[in-house]
Each structure stands twice: as C-alpha cells, then as structure tokens.
C-alpha cells in the first residue's frame, strides 16, 4: 500500500465552503463598523456644534444684558417683557452693558451673532444646519427677573440619503436675566 500525500477532493470542498462563507461575514462587519464610526463622528459634530452655540448664547445674554427690546436701536419706547404677565416672541435686540445691543439670529442655516459693536458672527460651522430657531422672553410678575427661551434644531448640513446616517438634536433652555 501506497501512502498519498495531500488532501482529498472533499477535504478541499469543504475548506473553500468554510472560506467562502466567513470571508463575507467579516466584510459585513467591517464595513457595519465604519458605519457606525461614521454615524458617531457626525453626531459629535452636530453635539459640539449645538453645544457651543447654545453655551455662547446663553453666556451672552445671562452676563451683559440690561434690557430686552424688539426693535433695533433699543429705545425705552420698544423695551419687551417689563410688567407682569409679559411674553413677546419676535425678533429681540439684547441691550449690553455698555450701550451696545446685540442679537441672534439664523443666517444661511448657521446661527449668527450681531452686534453694534462687531460684525456678524456665525456661531455654528458649515458642517451643520440649524432650523426652528426662536427666542422669546416672558416675565412672571413684576419682582421676578424676565425669563429668556431659546430653541433650535441643528442637523448635518449635506445630508445623505440613509435616514440612519443622519445626525439632528434638538436644544432648548430658559435662563433668568439678572439686569443689575
């Protein structure tokens, strides 16, 4: 009898089946974690966006506004949310400490800062779009402090066409005006 050396027919069949079906299985979950690396990378750009908008606004307006006013320049004539039971939810002009009033508004989907003083500032990058921005102000009572409420959507800028690609948050906040 004659030893042969090598493998069989079906021994070879059976190695390239196994083969044939792992290979794909680790592409699938290759490619299903940069998916998910992917997914996790946008949602941190649309968070560090939202975040330091919302921060720069809030910081602004809690520690240098004096009056709140609906029209641009602030007079004593168009002050907003000074009495009792008073909300308004327009467009508001934020008057500084120094005289200067600033504002906020969305410009070409970013939201932007103006002020007397500097030009226009964007506050989020091209990399996100902002919606649904609004600011309003409300004031309880006569011996509260007025009340100052922002909201606003931001989401991917180009969004792609796999609604689980997407990355959207939504901010909302209320913060009391100390007018000194």
Do not use: W
């Amino acid at each position: 009898m004659k030893k042969n050396k090598g493998f069989t027919l079906i021994e070879s069949l059976i190695v390239v089946g196994v083969i044939a079906i792992i290979i794909p299985a680790l592409f699938a979950l290759f490619f299903s974690h940069l998916r998910a690396q992917s997914k996790v990378y946008l949602l941190q750009q649309v968070k560090q966006n939202g975040d330091n908008a919302l921060n720069v606004i809030e910081t602004l307006i809690k520690e240098n506004t004096i009056s709140i006013h609906s029209g641009s320049p602030p007079t004593s004539g168009n002050q907003v949310c000074t009495d009792a039971s008073s909300t308004y939810s327009s467009t508001m002009y934020f008057l500084d400490r120094s005289g200067s009033y600033f504002n906020f508004a969305v410009a070409s989907n970013k939201i932007a800062s103006s002020s007397s003083v500097s030009s226009t500032v964007n506050l989020t990058s091209d990399k996100v779009a902002v919606t649904s921005f609004a600011l309003s102000c409300a004031q309880g009572s006569s011996f509260s402090d007025p009340i100052v409420s922002v909201s606003f959507t931001v989401s991917q800028a180009n969004s792609v066409n796999r609604p689980d690609e997407s990355a959207t948050l939504q901010y909302q906040t209320k913060m009391k005006l100390r007018p000194d």
